[in-house]
């Protein structure tokens, strides 16, 4: 009886404990559907993240106060469509505005980070953004969100640079964004080092028609006791040029 009840505690204990996170990782292409060329619509994407209710979401390629865009803060106004906190981080300098990637999340920003990512060849600069929240257990985890260079050269650097970053971080680091880099570059095979990758749901996410390269991730850091409990690609060909990803994680 006695061994009976101490399972029992043991159960209660890991129903407690356990904790689900929904994230969501989603390169916007400034909000311009490809079939519209000139045209912004980021009520559609907007409504593409709200239909999946995500914890914390990691969007790239957004603009704050471009002409492309009507000189709207993207960042600023999807936290108002979507009633999230957001943390945005920028690559460059664009005209009068900026231009770089956005942290939304449903809880509260702890902390907040920005980080210049490395660049050995001349090209266009990129950023590592990371927040802390605390879930409603208590628990703190971390969303990175980045867009790495087109160029192998500088991805290798970055994915370096973003290990280094992940090995300070002691509480579950969940990495997302638009990575550049197929599944068997040495880019993502870096990654690997640090970073758990899902392998049996994984699909293509660019182009937004008929996709065929798988370039968007959502990674969770070693030693990050987790369990997927869903992985897909989000059927949006609309909005963007690259397909939302969606994960939902049980942290055990």
């Known amino acids: 009886m006695r061994y009976f ?10 129903v407690l404990s356990a904790q689900t996170v929904k994230i ?13 060329p000139g045209v912004i619509d980021l009520e559609a994407i907007a409504d593409v993240i709200n239909s999946v209710d995500a914890d914390i979401i990691g969007i790239q390629e957004v603009d704050v106060n471009i002409s492309r865009s009507e000189y709207v803060d993207q ?3 999807l936290a108002e469509l979507t009633h999230t906190n957001y943390f945005f981080s920028k690559g460059i300098d664009l005209e009068k505005g900026e231009y770089g990637v956005l942290i939304l999340t449903k809880h509260k920003i702890q902390e907040k980070r920005r980080y210049d990512l490395p660049m050995p060849v001349k090209s266009e600069n990129r950023s590592l953004a990371i927040v802390d929240v605390k879930l409603a257990n208590g628990q703190i985890i971390s969303l990175a969100n980045t867009h790495l260079d087109l160029k192998e050269e500088n991805r290798l650097a970055q994915t370096t640079f973003i290990n280094e970053v992940a090995d300070q971080f002691k509480h579950p680091l969940i990495l997302v964004g638009d990575l550049n880099a197929a599944p068997v570059s040495e880019a993502i095979q870096q990654l690997e080092q640090r970073f758990v990758r899902n392998k049996s749901d994984n699909k293509p996410t660019f ?3 008929g996709a065929k390269q798988e370039i968007d991730y959502i990674l969770i850091s070693n030693p990050t006791k987790f369990q997927w409990k869903s992985y897909k690609v989000i059927d949006a060909s609309y909005p963007s040029d690259h397909l939302p990803l969606y994960a939902e994680i049980e942290l055990i």
Do not use: E
């Open 5 to 14: 009840v101490s399972f029992l505690l043991l159960l209660v204990n890991f």
């Open 24 to 36: 969501l990782t989603y390169n916007i292409h400034h909000g311009n559907p490809p079939s519209k």
């Open 75 to 77: 960042a600023r106004r």
């Open 207 to 209: 182009p937004n028609i």
